[in-house]
């Protein structure tokens, strides 16, 4: 067990002496979790093979699922690949710092666990201070994952953090709650089109007035378990988001959607099961069961982005067997939302009331 240093940092302002701190736990090969704008990531300088791997370690990941590479400044880009397509530099200039991670065909300069093996890398420019700061303070690239142990959602707090990792990481930076609360948006540009594996904080209507076309992987809209060869992103092939209790999720329009919640609901009150539902600030009052968590207003999806993790951390304190999930509509940071659901659900999905 390592003792696990908290560092309260203010997340507009951060205190130079706390970055310097973390950074030289970076420096020395440690392990130092930080906030993003998306969620709270656990860095390890992407360029020590034995900080990378310590970084798989703790977070029990497996390691043919690489991390994304956080950069501060654009230059460092190139020394991390061997070609930018033309378009790359219109996204970056738009969308970084911010949700967006962009595949690149990787250089010889990484050392290959920080890839997995692969010919290629993911890179992004976090949009918060902290992060910002400490990749500077830190000189070097930083390798960061999601902070939280493989399978769980990601964390959104700093409390997140600790609950998954404490005495195994050197350092946690505390911010508060992350603004977006879905990862970075994954989009690979070695293909032309360009590839969308993974939906998150930027948009695949966004992507879309850069590109024009987006491809979107199979994975992207998943609704069924897809044959592991299919996965490009390895990432995709590991079950994710998953809280303790198996999720069901519910798709189709909203009032058959609510009519199916009901039955559900007493269908498993027959079986003697303790029942949680997921509903939305206009539904949950409809419901009767042992817990109700509402994700916040069908009119504000940024605001159900934001809670989706946390809502699905505090059903595991709820001790319930089972968690039925209303959808939301896919679109905007829907998609992001409802990729998520599905996976937590290992694509557990009811699907009701559809022409
Ligand atoms: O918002 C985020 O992206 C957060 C914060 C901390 O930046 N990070 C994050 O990292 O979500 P992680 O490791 O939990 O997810 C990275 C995803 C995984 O699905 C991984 O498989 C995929 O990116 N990935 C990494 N390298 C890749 C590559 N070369 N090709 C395709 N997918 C890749
Ligand atoms: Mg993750």
């Known amino acids: 067990m390592k003792q696990t240093l908290t560092l309260k940092v203010d997340p507009q302002q951060p205190d130079p002496k706390q970055i310097q701190t973390a950074a030289d736990i970076i420096r020395k090969g440690g392990l130092v979790a930080f906030p993003t704008e998306t969620v709270y990531g656990l860095g390890a300088d992407a360029l020590n093979p034995n900080a990378v791997q310590a970084l798989f370690q703790a977070k029990n990941r497996p390691l043919d699922n ?32 911010g949700p967006l991670t962009l595949i690149f065909k990787r250089s010889k300069t990484i050392p290959d666990i920080t890839v997995a093996g692969l010919d290629t890398v993911a890179v992004r420019m976090p949009n918060h201070p902290v992060a910002l700061a400490l990749i500077k303070q830190s000189n070097c690239p930083i390798a960061a994952p999601s902070a939280n142990l493989a399978g769980k959602p990601s964390p959104t707090t700093a409390q997140h953090v600790h609950t998954d990792l404490n005495g195994k990481i050197d350092a946690i930076l505390d911010s508060g709650p992350t603004r977006i609360g879905v990862e970075s948006t994954v989009l690979d540009l070695t293909t032309t089109p360009a590839t969308l594996l993974r939906p998150g904080g930027t948009t695949l209507e966004a992507l879309k007035t850069v590109l024009g076309e987006v491809k979107l992987h199979p994975f992207v809209a998943a609704e069924k378990e897809l044959a592991v060869e299919k996965a490009r992103s390895p990432g995709m092939k590991h079950r994710h988001y ?65 809670n989706l993790f946390r809502v699905l951390r505090e059903f595991d304190e709820e001790n319930v067997d089972v968690i039925i999930a209303e959808s939301i509509p896919a679109e905007g940071l829907g998609l992001a939302v409802m990729n998520r659901l599905r996976k937590a659900s290992g694509y557990h999905i009811v699907k009701v009331g559809l022409p």
């Open 66 to 97: 690489p991390p994304i590479i956080h950069i501060e400044n654009t230059k460092t880009i190139h020394t991390l690949t061997t070609q930018i397509p033309p378009n790359a530099e219109k996204l970056m200039q738009k969308f970084w710092p």
């Open 242 to 306: 998953a809280p303790k209790a198996p999720v069901i999720v519910v798709e189709g329009v909203i009032q058959a959607v609510m009519a199916t919640v009901k039955s559900l609901i007493c269908d498993y009150w027959m079986q003697g099961k303790r029942v949680g539902v997921l509903a939305t600030a206009e539904t949950a009052w409809a419901y009767e069961a042992d817990v109700v968590k509402s994700l916040g207003s069908r009119r504000n999806v940024d605001a159900m982005a934001a």
